[in-house]
């Protein structure tokens, strides 16, 4: 439960969490094709941020993005250690979350279904895998772009709200 250290680390999370959620929950409903409407960005985005929060919660994203940084030599708070934090964080982030969206999106959908009763398509589990496969490298590359301004609004807003972070505890500071 990384998620709990600390609340410089709780504030990171909830702020990715709310932003992130929400940029793929827009960006879902406009990949799959599917009509805009307030209803639909609210269902796409309750279940994108809680999925978001789970797997932050139960991954310890951050201590496996620094371990990695540290096998590959990488020091902290430069590009090449930023970018594999932020790609790591986002396989996961957005892996769960292209699954658990597309089945929302899909799984007792009446259109899906009356397509597939019709013959039109093969069957709806072949239509979630399709989306999926269809979804997550788009996906993808709209978080790992958009994670890098959200991080920074997050950080500025806990370093705003409880200070500077520098703990012997914190993933930068082990060896």
């Known amino acids: 439960m990384n ?23 827009t960006a879902a409903i406009f990949v799959a094709h599917l009509g805009f409407s307030i209803p639909a960005l609210i ?25 990695l940084g540290r096998k ?30 597309t089945a929302v ?7 899906i279904e009356g397509a597939v009763a019709a013959g039109a398509l093969p069957s709806v589990s072949a239509v979630f895998w399709s989306g999926v496969l269809h979804d997550w490298p788009i996906m ?11 991080t920074k609004l997050a950080i500025r807003i806990a370093v705003a709200s409880v200070g500077d972070l520098k703990s012997p505890e914190s993933p930068q500071n082990r060896q």
């Open 3 to 25: 998620f709990y250290k600390n609340h410089f680390g709780m504030i990171i999370s909830s702020v990715v969490a709310i932003c992130i959620s929400l940029i793929m929950a």
């Open 43 to 67: 269902k796409n985005w309750g279940t994108a941020f809680l999925t978001i929060s789970l797997t932050g919660m139960l991954l310890p994203l951050t201590d496996w993005s620094f371990a």
């Open 72 to 101: 590959f030599g990488f020091k902290p708070e430069t590009l090449p250690h930023i970018l594999l934090e932020n790609a790591v964080g986002t396989f996961f982030f957005n892996t769960t979350a292209t699954l658990v969206l």
């Open 105 to 111: 999106n899909v799984f007792n959908n009446p259109a």
């Open 140 to 150: 993808f590359v709209i978080s790992f772009i958009c994670a890098f301004f959200v």
